[in-house]
């Protein structure tokens, strides 16, 4: 069965997103592009990150900076949606006045990394709750065999990846939100009709479901839904500045892992600086056996444009002290407009953020109304 929205955004144009990437390249070009004239089915983008924190650089590099890069670039008819997706947080214990803080300063970084609202819509997930009705009615398709095959429940608990429902342990930590995360992140997306979803690599299994939910729908229903494409930023993976075997995240124990897009210049370099490398003090660029420095080529690559090949050989006759030295002013040079416009839109003494959430609500449930108009009426309710 043909998906209703099939790929008509131009080759030059998804490589530019990919950084090249053939591979995704190809992927994309698969996506039949028939029936789809830009006009009559235009494009529609959504992603959507946690209110658990200020996001961090792996976060801009991943998602962000590529939410607004397409927001530049993509054709004057896609659509897009970006969200702070506040009922995924609740999968995990929260303290109430914690999440408010940071859904409105998830909000303000949105706006501050460049997210033009004339442009696309933000909002909160919610204060639209088609995303939460279309969630119950795709969790009577989602397959239970699936879900407990996903790898984020096993994580977030704790838990060894190999572990299957069976096991007691997994049974009596398991709450049934987590359990269910992905069927609401394929709520989020198909009730929005997203043909294209721009994410970091930890989320390809997540939009896997998405697409195969999508088809299981269809094929029970008929042709509601088009099959999400993921596109996965160039910056695949940032790793931790202290455990570069794992990826950077808001939820490492150690703050120096992680740069935030409010860190003062002082503070970037500092955490740079400490990154955790190897005892070799000279530079080159070999992810398996030398994470800690590739991880700091590769994030320089990200600003630089340059190969991390090509970095590393230009650091080669230098010192790694040197190569710390730019990359954090590199950073801090990138981030520091982005930190300057998030501090003001936070300080803000008028109600701008909350006017701007309350448009973009607006507009984010009239564009959900109008798949749950078909849907309900495909289920007869
Ligand atoms: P989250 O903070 O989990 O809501 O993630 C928001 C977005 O950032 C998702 O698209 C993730 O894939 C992306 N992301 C999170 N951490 C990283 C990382 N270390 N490297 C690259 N992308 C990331
Ligand atoms: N699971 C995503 C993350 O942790 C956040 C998310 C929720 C999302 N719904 C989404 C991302 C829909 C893309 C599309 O990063």
Same mark, same amino acid.
């Given at each position: ?49 946690? @209110? ?55 909000? !303000?970084?949105?706006? !501050? ?32 065999? +699936? ?64 697409? +195969?939910? =999508? ?5 029970? +229903? ?64 070999? @992810?398996?056996?030398? @994470? ?49 416009? +998030? ?13 701007? !959430?309350?448009?973009? =609500? ?20």
């Amino acid at each position: 069965m043909e998906s209703p929205g099939s790929s008509t955004l131009t080759h030059s144009f998804v490589r530019s997103l990919t950084g090249g990437d053939t591979k995704e390249v190809r992927r994309w070009n698969s996506v039949p592009a028939a029936k789809a004239t830009s006009s009559a089915n235009p494009q529609i983008i959504f992603s959507g990150i946690q @209110p658990t924190g200020v996001p961090h650089l792996g976060n801009y590099l991943g998602a962000l900076r590529e939410w607004v890069r397409l927001q530049d670039t993509a054709p004057k008819d896609t659509r897009m949606f970006f969200s702070i997706v506040d009922l995924h947080a609740l999968t995990v214990p929260q303290e109430a006045r914690q999440l408010k803080t940071w859904r409105r300063e998830g909000f !303000a970084t949105l706006l !501050a990394v460049g997210l033009d609202p004339s442009r696309a819509t933000v909002f909160h997930q919610s204060a639209v709750h088609a995303h939460t009705e279309l969630f119950w009615i795709l969790s009577t398709v989602a397959s239970m065999g +699936y879900l407990s095959r996903m790898t984020q429940w096993k994580s977030k608990l704790d838990l060894p990846e190999d572990i299957s429902l069976e096991d007691s342990a997994a049974r009596a930590k398991l709450r049934l939100g987590l359990f269910s995360y992905p069927v609401l992140q394929a709520a989020d997306i198909l009730v929005h009709r997203a043909t294209h979803v721009p994410v970091g690599e930890d989320q390809r299994q997540h939009l896997e479901f998405s697409r +195969y939910t =999508a088809n299981s729908f269809n094929h029970l +229903y008929g042709n509601i839904f088009p099959a999400p494409e993921a596109i996965i930023s160039p910056a695949k993976r940032v790793m931790s500045l202290k455990e570069p075997t794992l990826k950077m995240s808001k939820s490492h124990t150690d703050k120096r892992s992680r740069i935030l897009l409010t860190d003062s210049s002082e503070d970037i370099h500092k955490k740079v600086k400490s990154a955790l490398t190897d005892s070799d003090a000279s530079v080159s660029y070999d @992810p398996v056996h030398r @994470p800690g420095v590739s991880n700091l080529l590769e994030i320089l690559s990200h600003f630089d444009g340059r190969s991390c090949e090509d970095l590393a050989a230009e650091y080669k006759s230098s010192s790694l002290q040197s190569l710390k030295g730019h990359l954090g002013s590199q950073i801090s040079l990138h981030l520091q407009p982005i930190r300057e416009r +998030y501090l003001s839109l936070i300080a803000d003494k008028t109600n701008y953020l909350d006017v701007v !959430a309350e448009e973009g =609500a607006r507009t984010a449930s009239a564009n959900a109304d109008v798949t749950m108009r078909r849907v309900r009426e495909t289920l007869g309710l």
